[in-house]
């Protein structure tokens, strides 16, 4: 599986994303309204307001925005095989998406590259490219998928590849991991808890180390996949 896919080839990524504001109060008037009608679908229990499922605004470009993007890629040097780790991070979403911007374009501009995340084709990607737009910045090519026939696309998708076709099933990140026997990124906190750890605790360094333990849990599951052995710790490179 995967034989045809040189690893030096793949950009391995995920972001963390959290709400604009830190609650519904600080929307402005014209924001508040465009959330109520888009958050009216998120209601799960019986007298929950738009306002108590606001922390999930993050899952939305347009009312989020993304505080890290973690990361990484092989490399092999006299017969070493080495995973090299890098987040972008910071309270500023501009200067975060340029940053990471000029990574793409400089080091992952080429045909045979491809960009790798779990849930990726449905979240990450999009999600980046909307902000983007959203911040003025230039889209890189290999994210510009507009006009792109399919097998054009160079984006792979973890959970997609686990699906095999089989379209009506959503497998988590941990699920995942651990059905392969694979370390679980999830031994801090998990995606629905990045809100208040951002807006309330003020802590990106732990959001930070969170999305890169992803980053390296989907970069276990290519090894699984291509029945490789698993990255261990002193293999793993921290920029």
């Given at each position: 599986?995967?034989?045809?896919?040189?690893?030096?080839?793949?950009?391995?990524?995920?972001?963390?994303?959290?709400?604009?504001?830190?609650?519904?109060?600080?929307?402005?008037?014209?924001?508040?309204?465009?959330?109520?009608?888009?958050?009216?679908?998120?209601?799960?229990?019986?007298?929950?307001?738009?306002?108590?499922?606001?922390?999930?605004?993050?899952?939305?470009?347009?009312?989020?925005?993304?505080?890290?993007?973690?990361?990484?890629?092989?490399?092999?040097?006299?017969?070493e095989r080495k995973f090299r780790l890098k987040s972008f991070a910071s309270h500023n979403e501009?200067?975060?998406?340029?940053?990471?911007?000029?990574?793409?374009?400089?080091?992952?501009?080429?045909?045979?590259?491809?960009?790798?995340?779990?849930?990726?084709?449905?979240?990450?990607?999009?999600?980046?490219?909307?902000?983007?737009?959203?911040?003025?910045?230039?889209?890189?090519?290999?994210?510009?998928?507009?006009?792109?026939?399919?097998?054009?696309?160079?984006?792979?998708?973890?959970?997609?590849?686990?699906?095999?076709?089989?379209?009506?099933?959503?497998?988590?990140?941990?699920?995942?991991?651990?059905?392969?026997?694979?370390?679980?990124?999830?031994?801090?906190?998990?995606?629905?808890?990045?809100?208040?750890?951002?807006?309330?605790?003020?802590?990106?360094?732990?959001?930070t180390t969170y999305c890169s333990k992803d980053v390296i849990t989907i970069a276990q599951i290519?090894?699984?996949?291509?029945?490789?052995?698993?990255?261990?710790?002193?293999?793993?490179?921290?920029?």
């Amino acid at each position: 599986m995967l034989d045809k896919i040189d690893l030096e080839n793949i950009l391995f990524l995920d972001i963390e994303t959290v709400p604009g504001c830190s609650s519904f109060d600080e929307l402005e008037e014209e924001l508040k309204e465009m959330w109520l009608r888009k958050a009216e679908f998120l209601k799960k229990e019986e007298g929950q307001s738009n306002r108590d499922i606001y922390s999930r605004a993050g899952i939305f470009a347009e009312f989020g925005k993304i505080v890290c993007i973690s990361c990484g890629y092989f490399y092999f040097s006299k017969g070493e095989r080495k995973f090299r780790l890098k987040s972008f991070a910071s309270h500023n979403e501009t200067e975060l998406l340029e940053d990471f911007s000029i990574l793409l374009k400089q080091h992952f501009n080429k045909p045979q590259h491809l960009l790798c995340a779990h849930n990726g084709k449905e979240f990450d990607f999009p999600y980046i490219v909307r902000r983007m737009i959203i911040n003025n910045i230039d889209v890189p090519a290999i994210m510009d998928i507009v006009m792109k026939k399919p097998w054009e696309v160079q984006h792979l998708d973890t959970m997609e590849l686990w699906k095999f076709g089989d379209y009506k099933n959503y497998t988590p990140l941990n699920l995942l991991a651990y059905v392969l026997e694979i370390e679980s990124p999830k031994d801090d906190i998990d995606g629905s808890m990045v809100h208040w750890v951002y807006w309330q605790e003020k802590d990106l360094e732990r959001i930070t180390t969170y999305c890169s333990k992803d980053v390296i849990t989907i970069a276990q599951i290519i090894l699984r996949y291509k029945k490789l052995n698993l990255l261990q710790q002193e293999e793993i490179i921290k920029l």
